[in-house]
């Protein structure tokens, strides 16, 4: 069965302008039917009965989620369809199918649901000494993890200050969906994804079939940001009714459901101590992190505490650091990846503290960072390596030309270090047929166009023009293995496995060419070659932000610009790095100013369509100029992985290019509008 894909030969850089992607939602097969979602409207209640519809009673499958209570390692089970309790507002208790959206949605009015409501828990600082929201657990205790040695510390400079970022919406441009279709013997799921092959392993595992039983393909995908990684109740859902009709199903979820029941992302709060001389120089730092993960602990919510603490101490040199973490659960849709996953969280707790040790001391913002940071590489005391990072610090500043800006501007600073998701390694693919190279990889692109670089790396090994070169969107029965496209990880491994797929086609090529081998030679013949790609060296790098604020005519302080400062290695493709740091700049001014998920006490979300959700507009994106550091990565191809940084570094640098320009500590995200106002309205109004 063929969904009809648009011709990959033809030139994407006019495709999607043309209208002609190829969306989930563009699919239309013979006799498929649309699933509906019956969703809780109570944040915690004990289900009583369901009538009609499939209901948890018929499909009984669980995902996976694993925690931790008061007693030890426990697992609690997230139903793909709850029969006993709902935990948050939006969790599937039903579904059903229709001809079309409209009808599927009209016969779930006829689904019957009657609840018991309970008291949900929402406020995380409270979630420990509050009931489980689980039966059968002795807590809401997810995780909790202690990184370095305690200390105790008499320093001239003792600063503490308790930070927060709220949680907020992935919010992607294509909102999630699939198409399911079954044969007897094979599932085939159409998907917007950024990795089709968590996808196979999470939908085999909770349907309980085999892995080569799920074939799995991406299709054009319109962003992710982190919240298309892995699979949702919804998506086995939709497998199950195709399976069971053994019709083709489609789910594609409305904007409001995205907001509702989509992994949320950030949701942490820390307590930040740090000790220092009267220079500004770092001698201990205590921290006690905690962390919302929401009604289950899927999509990394058992980890990310811990995660988030071990990147605390960043491209510094801090003798002593100690650091608690705990992951809590409360009635709120789970937590998940959001662009940057714990390294923003790591790098605005540690980098609203170098500010506040440069006005304790009055030693300049960015003298403080330049004097604490790192001449050797080094392992922090919370166990994180860091490479060399005074000289690289010292190049961004030269790059912002910080001195002379300083005298005239508002500004702001962050330095930081990006962690790149470099665990797991990642494949390619390459097949030369019919004149044409055809290239897989087992991440592909959600909108950052990896194609690009995709092209000129395989163009540039085996020296065949990049017009005769297809790039495939990732289908797990054309490729054997793939992990995912995030965490600044796809140039860099993907890129890898490119590179060393075309070398060994390239030598095959030779092999069997012998004296007659050249590249034009290659594409008469008929090779394929795999690779899979590990690097064996440390990925992390490094980045800088300087921001700089100003007031409007109307008295509202807002970030005027952003200069970028990233050492990418060797750039793949400039373009599209600028655009990539473009985007990433823009969220992280929306999680700064705009952005965040804000619940009502008894866990409605109140934030519940995009305008709600505070995302930046166009009118108030600030110039965003972005530099590059090049310095050649260990990597075949000399790349660096940089998706991430401008989340990383530009909510530091813009709260506190803010904060210098109205005069005011800021010390959660996003800052409440009325605190970005130049007139002080506890005061009677008077400018400040």
């Known amino acids: 069965m063929s969904v009809g894909f648009v011709d990959e030969e033809q030139d994407p850089d006019v495709r999607f302008v043309r209208g002609a992607g190829r969306y989930v939602d563009d699919i239309k097969l013979e006799g498929m039917q649309h699933l509906y979602v019956v969703r809780s409207p109570y944040a915690r209640a004990r289900v009583l009965s369901v009538k009609g519809g499939i209901t948890g009673d018929e499909l009984k499958a669980t995902m996976e989620s694993v925690g931790e209570d008061a007693g030890g390692r426990s697992t609690v089970s997230f139903p793909v369809l709850s029969a006993s309790y709902v935990s948050y507002v939006g969790q599937p208790v039903a579904a059903v199918l229709g001809g079309d959206k409209y009808e599927a949605a009209d016969k779930a009015e006829e689904v019957d649901v009657q609840y018991e409501p309970l008291k949900p828990v929402m406020d995380p600082e409270r979630s420990l000494e509050s009931e489980p929201i689980h039966p059968g657990t002795e807590s809401n205790l997810v995780a909790a993890a202690e990184l370095g040695k305690d200390f105790e510390l008499k320093a001239p400079v003792e600063v503490d200050e308790t930070l927060r970022m709220e949680r907020i919406a992935p919010n992607p441009m294509e909102t999630k969906g699939m198409v399911a279709s079954y044969d007897g013997s094979l599932l085939t799921v159409y998907a917007s994804t950024q990795s089709p092959f968590s996808w196979r392993e999470g939908l085999a595992g909770s349907l309980g079939l085999k892995e080569e039983s ?25 497998a199950y009714a195709a399976m069971k009709t053994k019709r083709p199903v489609k789910w594609s979820e409305s904007r409001y459901e995205n907001l509702l029941a989509t992994n949320m992302g950030r949701g942490v709060r820390g307590r930040m101590k740090v000790y220092a001389d009267r220079k500004g120089k770092l ?24 995660w988030i603490a071990s990147q605390l101490v960043g491209p ?11 992951a809590v659960l409360t009635n709120k ?22 500010d506040r040790i440069a006005d304790e001391t009055g030693v300049d913002a960015a003298e403080v960072r330049l004097r604490n940071a790192t001449t050797r590489r080094t392992i922090s005391p919370l166990g994180m390596e860091a490479p060399p990072s005074r000289r690289f610090f010292m190049e961004a500043l030269r790059a912002f030309k910080y001195s002379s800006r300083k005298k005239k501007e508002k500004v702001g600073l962050s330095f930081f270090m990006l962690i790149p998701a470099a665990y797991g390694g990642e494949s390619a693919k390459l097949a030369v047929k019919g004149g044409r190279v055809k290239v897989w990889m087992g991440g592909s692109s959600h909108g950052q166009r990896h194609d690009v670089f995709a092209k000129k790396l395989v163009s540039e090994e085996l020296g065949v023009p990049q017009d005769v070169i297809d790039f495939q969107h990732t289908d797990t029965a054309a490729i054997s293995g793939g992990v995912g496209s995030w965490g600044s990880r796809t140039a ?54 300087l921001a700089t604020a100003r007031l409007t005519k109307e008295g509202n302080a807002v970030v005027e610009e ?21 985007g990433g700049v823009a969220q992280g001014v929306g999680e700064v100013m705009y952005e965040r998920a804000v619940y009502s006490e008894d866990g409605q979300l109140l934030t519940a369509s995009i305008a709600d959700a505070g995302v930046i507009h166009a009118t ?69």
Request: hydrophobic residues 40%; charged residues 20%.
């Open 562 to 582: 952003v200069l970028s400062f990233y050492d990418a290695g060797k750039v793949l493709n400039q373009f599209m790095l600028e655009s990539q740091v473009t």
């Open 316 to 326: 510094y040199a801090v003798p002593k650091a100690y650091a608690t973490a705990k």
């Open 214 to 238: 799920v074939r799995v393909v991406q299709m054009d995908t319109g962003g992710g940001f982190g919240s298309k990684g892995g699979i949702y109740p919804e998506y086995v859902v939709a």
């Open 283 to 306: 001698k201990g730092l205590k921290a006690d992190l905690l962390v919302d993960v929401g009604a289950y602990p899927l999509g990394g919510g058992a980890w990310t505490a811990k």
């Open 620 to 688: 108030e994106m600030p110039k965003s100029v972005v530099m590059t550091a090049a310095h050649r990565s260990t990597l075949p191809h000399g790349a660096k992985g940089v998706g991430e940084s401008p989340t990383i570094g530009v909510p530091p640098a813009a709260t506190r290019a803010l904060e210098v320009l109205l005069g005011r500590r800021f010390t959660t995200l996003p800052i409440e509008p009325e605190k970005l106002w130049a007139l002080d309205v506890s005061d009677g109004g008077r400018t400040r």
């Open 492 to 545: 860099i491994l993907g890129g890898g496995a490119l590179v060393e797929a075309s070398r060994s086609l390239k030598a095959a090529a030779k092999k069997e060419l012998g004296k007659g081998y050249s590249p034009a030679r290659i594409l008469e013949g008929d090779y394929e070659a795999e690779a899979f790609f590990k690097p064996k060296d440390m990925l992390n790098t490094l980045g800088a932000n």
């Open 333 to 354: 849709v789970n937590m998940g990846p959001y662009r940057g996953a714990g390294r923003p969280e790591a790098a605005f707790f540690m980098e609203r503290m170098m």
